[in-house]
Nanobody, 120 residues
Framework: EVQLVESGGGLVQAGGSLRLSCAAS????????MAWFRQAPGKESEGVSC????????YYADSVKGRFTISSDNAKNTVYLQMNSLKVEDTAIYYC?????????????WGQGTQVTVSS
């Protein structure tokens, strides 16, 4: 059974920082690319970042490049999203996703999401 359990969301002022965590189980973590998506009210889901397994590539959406950092800890089967210099427009529910071998593969599983709210 695949499980993706997210934590670390909350309320933060603009310019502040948060670190999201996604604890994975039920699959071989080292063989999967992991990604973060977000969805704001009234908007479609948006890809935020992805870290590959086979090719080692890391991707960021242009809107977060230079502010967010994705990383993984294979010993803990956990992927992180460090979010700095947060903006009001970053407010959304953030979802962890298990992909295939690379960031170009399809989503296999989704986490439950964690709310991030940035106040002005």
């Amino acid at each position: 059974e695949v499980q993706l359990v997210e934590s670390g969301g909350g309320l933060v002022q603009a310019g502040g920082s948060l670190r999201l965590s996604c604890a994975a189980s039920g699959f071989t973590f080292d063989d999967s690319a992991m990604a973060w998506f977000r969805q704001a009210p009234g908007k479609e889901s948006e890809g935020v970042s992805c870290i590959g397994s086979g090719d080692g590539r890391i991707y960021y959406a242009d809107s977060v490049k230079g502010r967010f950092t994705i990383s993984s800890d294979n010993a803990k089967n956990t992927v992180y999203l460090q979010m700095n210099s947060l903006k009001v427009e970053d407010t959304a529910i953030y979802y962890c996703a298990q992909l295939g071998y690379s960031c170009g593969s399809t989503v296999r599983s989704w986490g439950q999401g964690t709310q991030v709210t940035v106040s002005s």
